[in-house]
Every structure is written in structure tokens, then in C-alpha cells.
């Protein structure tokens, strides 16, 4: 059976850094599949943080995060990290990790920062960023 695990979150302080790792069992990550980012806060909409195509070659990044966060994938330990320095309160949320077949014959991006692109999702980590 496949799983996606998400693991790395916790409090920390304003201006801290967290690194989340994603860590896939049950199927290859190098295969096809894309890795996504998300973020849900109560009472928000889940939203896009970052994601990465099947190579590491494609990486897009919401304008939230662009220049603080920076996504990476070992497709060799099947794992997808998500590097976040200076935090923010803003950013306090449950952090997920999710999937995407990447397709040839698709027109859709190689890692498209639609949730509903996603298919396997994590269980969610928490990040409270707070003084």
C-alpha cells in the first residue's frame, strides 16, 4: 500500500527556519511522479507552497514563500524536503505533501500548483510559527 508521510514540523520562533521532509513507501517517486507542497490554515483554503517535477528540473513556488523556501527531492531515498527560513506567524499551518503522475501526453504542468491536480496526500504536519 502507498503512503506519503510528512515530518519536521513543530514550533519555532519568527525569523526561524524548519525543514519538512515527505517520504514516499509503497511506490517509486522517480517513476513519474511530481511532488506538491500545500498549506492549510483554519478556516483558509489549502493553498500551493511549492512543488517539483519527477527530475527536479521544474520547480515553481507560491509568492508567499518565493525566496524563503526552497524545495529538493533524493529520488534515490524516495524523499521530498521543503527548506523554510525566515518564518513567519503567517505561515503557521498544516503542512502536506501530495503526488502527481506526470504525463507525457498532458497539458498540464510537470508540477502544477492545483490541489486538485493531486492525487495521494499525507497525513499533514503541523508548523506554528509563534514568539
Known amino acids: 500500500q502507498w503512503q506519503l508521510v510528512e515530518s519536521g514540523g513543530g514550533l519555532v520562533q519568527p525569523g526561524g527556519s524548519l525543514r519538512l521532509s515527505c517520504t514516499a513507501s509503497?511506490?517509486?517517486?522517480?517513476?513519474?511522479?511530481?511532488i506538491g507542497w500545500f498549506r492549510q490554515a483554519p478556516g483558509k483554503e489549502r493553498e500551493a507552497v511549492s512543488c517539483?517535477?519527477?527530475?527536479?528540473?521544474?520547480?515553481n513556488y507560491a509568492d508567499s514563500v518565493q525566496g524563503r523556501f526552497t524545495i529538493s527531492r533524493d529520488n534515490a531515498k524516495n524523499t521530498v524536503d521543503l527548506q523554510m527560513n525566515r518564518l513567519k506567524p503567517e505561515d503557521t499551518a498544516v503542512y502536506y505533501c501530495?503526488?502527481?503522475?506526470?504525463?507525457?501526453?498532458?497539458?498540464?504542468?510537470?508540477?502544477?500548483?492545483?490541489?486538485?491536480?493531486?492525487?495521494?496526500w499525507g497525513q499533514g504536519t503541523q508548523v506554528t510559527v509563534s514568539s
Open positions: 509503497g511506490f517509486t517517486l522517480k517513476d513519474r511522479y511530481a
Open positions: 517539483i517535477s519527477t527530475n527536479g528540473r521544474t520547480i
Open positions: 501530495a503526488s502527481f503522475v506526470a504525463n507525457i501526453l498532458s497539458t498540464k504542468s510537470l508540477c502544477p500548483m492545483r490541489v486538485s491536480d493531486y492525487g495521494r
